[in-house]
């Protein structure tokens, strides 16, 4: 399998207290299979839809200061360089670039506005085996209260084009690798909770949005916003009934015209 470009995101996982009640809740959304956790990574748990590895859920550690979330991790051919270029320009590096024994070289990092994401040097684990459908990643942005900072920080750690979204008044940009859109800058929406911090949102495909929120609130979860048309799919951001917030959307129900990007 082709490997990812620098910047582009390549994995995702989870930090939850209770792995087992995550993997009921995401089986259960997702259709996911999970390997078993191993012991040597603290159990971490790797999860797939159809054989194919699409994120992970990891345990929550005694006095882990960061709340339960999905981490977008991008990709990198160097993590060292990587987060030199996060110190260098004003982000933190949260856990020291490390090897994670074949499977490739990682580190955490926060922006400056204290979003956070992962780096990710790929060895024997490549990244994402599936993407852009049901089941699987399909989108993320990084939503942040100082866009400004941000849109000065990642064009300067990973190699963005960056390109604006007609009428949106700088609101949201969207980030370019080769031309190709691979993820996105929004600024936090006013009404948005006093105590939501920066974060990287993270977008799931499902085949029917309205029955996949549906779900989320028979199994134990909440939805944030009722499902909405957007010309990207029809989407829904929910959260899981351990606090971990995302995003469903399907793709394949769109409404109204891609905004141009200038």
Known sequence: MAGFAEGVPCWTDATVPDVTAGKRFYGELF?????????????????????????ALAPQMAGQDVPPAWTLYFATPNVRAAADRVRGHGGQVLTEPMEVGDLGSMALAADPAGAL???????????????????????????????????????????????QAAGSHGAYKVWKVDGEPVSGRLRMPEGAPARTPSHAEVYFGVEDCDAAAERVDRLG?????????????????????????????????????VPELV
Not at 35 to 52: L, N, P, R
Not at 232 to 243: E, I, L, T
């Open 221 to 257: 979860g909440r939805v944030l916003a009722e499902p909405a048309d957007s010309p990207y799919g029809r989407y829904a951001p929910v959260v899981d009934p351990q606090g971990v917030a995302f995003t469903v959307i399907d793709p394949g129900r769109t409404s109204g015209q």
């Open 31 to 55: 259709g996911w299979s999970f390997a078993e956790g191993q012991e040597e990574y603290g159990g971490y748990a790797q999860a797939f839809s159809d054989g194919k590895a699409v994120g």
């Open 117 to 163: 994401f992962g780096v990710w040097q790929a060895g024997r684990h490549r990244g994402f085996e599936k993407q852009g459908e049901a089941g699987a990643y399909c989108w993320a942005e990084i939503v942040t209260r100082d866009p400004e900072a941000a849109d000065a920080f990642y064009p300067d750690v990973f190699p963005y084009e960056v390109r």
